[in-house]
């Protein structure tokens, strides 16, 4: 494989289509597990694609789940692994195990918002201790030596430290940044601060992904232009949208947009049922993990939310795709929304992470 050179000897792995920017599937606990690569990678693969993070303690082993999607990945695509702790000796004994793997490099979490993560000055938490920071990125380099790169928001609860911890990841010859553009105490829902993503692509000499509401295609490749940012990384709209990366590549290359029909959209709830099911998971256990993803999905099926609604009740297989049938086939040709209509919430319970939430679990974000 050809590669993007970059600032230190080590470079990234080449993007599907050379000196376009670059697309990844963000990271996302509960979701982008090896069944869920795989179902993005059949309708379009990104270039990169992270795992979920491996929590990282005195106690921790690489979680056998997580393990998978780097030993069994068949997407054809890198996955860059990434750790949350704040433990140094065992983030870079954790690191050294993860390097036993096929992984694209490591990652470290500076972003997660839940508040039993962020209390224990990990994840998200660490963005107030530039200090700490210093000394992890410092262990972590030298622990890889091949890609190092890290996930963060532009700051706790506010952004006095941007500038200085941009600048320690160029002190540690950082390989690439992924930001998403909000403070930790803002959450999943407020606006995203994009000129702060193009601040970061000034000052940091790696390149740098552009993260946070690129709601589609065209979504991302407006931020990416007005970012500058080398690419772009998209989560939760990858679940409503698993084709957004064949069409960000589309319109990076100037060609027109595939269109997705609501056909297909039933078609990749039944092929998300079908690479989610596991042997011995209770049907109803399976069906209450479809409708998180679905949550998502129902924000481009139809703007009063009536999918949503329904589907939210449903409690068998049956019902489910009886829900689906009646929602997504009775106007097969019908398109899927490019962009989620405005109004319809993905948990409209569930407005913020709740206190009690260990990690960034699908139970407690909302869209
Ligand atoms: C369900 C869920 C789980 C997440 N888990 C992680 C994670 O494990 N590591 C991480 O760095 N960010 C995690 N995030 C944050 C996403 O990677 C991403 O930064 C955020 O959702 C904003 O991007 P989006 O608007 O494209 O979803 C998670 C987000 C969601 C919605």
Redesign the pocket.
């Known amino acids: 494989m050809s590669s993007v050179p970059v600032s230190r000897s080590a470079p990234l792995p080449a993007p599907l289509v050379p000196d376009a920017p670059l697309t990844a599937l963000?990271?996302?606990?509960?979701?982008?597990d090896l069944a869920f690569m795989g179902v993005i990678a059949h309708y379009g693969a990104p270039d990169y694609f992270?795992?979920?993070?491996f929590r990282v303690h005195a106690q921790s082993r690489p979680e056998k789940h997580i393990l998978r999607s780097i030993d069994e990945n068949r997407t054809g695509r890198p996955v860059f692994a990434?750790l949350?702790g704040e433990d140094i000796p065992h983030l870079v004994r954790t690191a050294r195990e993860l390097l036993c793997h096929p992984v694209a490099g490591i990652?470290l979490?500076m972003?997660?918002p839940a508040p039993k993560v962020y209390k224990k000055n990990v994840?998200g938490g660490l963005l107030r201790d530039p200090e700490k920071v210093d000394e992890i990125l410092g262990a972590l380099r030298d622990a890889s030596p091949g890609l190092f790169t890290v996930?963060m928001?532009i700051g706790f609860d506010t952004t006095v430290h941007f500038e200085r911890i941009l600048d320690l990841l160029n002190k540690h010859s950082v390989d690439l940044l992924?930001l998403?553009g909000?403070t930790v105490k803002e959450g999943?829902r407020s606006d995203?601060h994009y000129d702060f993503i193009a601040r970061a692509v000034e000052r940091v000499k790696c390149p740098v992904l552009a993260?946070?509401?690129?709601?589609s295609a065209a979504t991302a490749v407006r931020v990416q232009g007005e970012t500058k940012a080398a690419g772009v990384?998209?989560?939760?709209?990858?679940?409503r949208n698993p084709w957004i990366f064949r069409q960000c590549r589309e319109r990076f290359s100037g060609q027109p947009v595939s269109a997705v029909t609501l056909s297909d959209v039933r078609e990749y709830v039944e092929r998300l049922y079908r690479a989610t099911q596991q042997p011995g998971l209770a049907e109803v256990y399976h069906v209450n993990k479809m409708k998180?993803y679905l949550n998502f999905v129902g924000q481009g099926v139809d703007a009063t939310g009536a999918f949503l609604h329904e589907m939210r009740r449903t409690e068998t297989e049956r019902q489910l795709f009886e829900i689906c049938d009646r929602h997504l086939l009775a106007e097969p040709g019908r398109i899927f929304a490019d962009e989620p209509y405005p109004g319809v919430i993905a948990r409209p319970n569930c407005e913020t992470p709740s206190a009690d939430a260990d990690?960034?679990?699908?139970e407690?974000?909302t869209?």
């Open positions: 963000a990271p996302m606990q509960d979701v982008t992270f795992t979920e993070f990434q949350i990652d979490n972003g997660c994840g996930k928001r992924s998403h909000r999943y995203v993260n946070g509401n690129l709601t990384m998209i989560g939760r709209h990858a679940i998180k990690g960034c679990s699908l407690s974000i869209a």
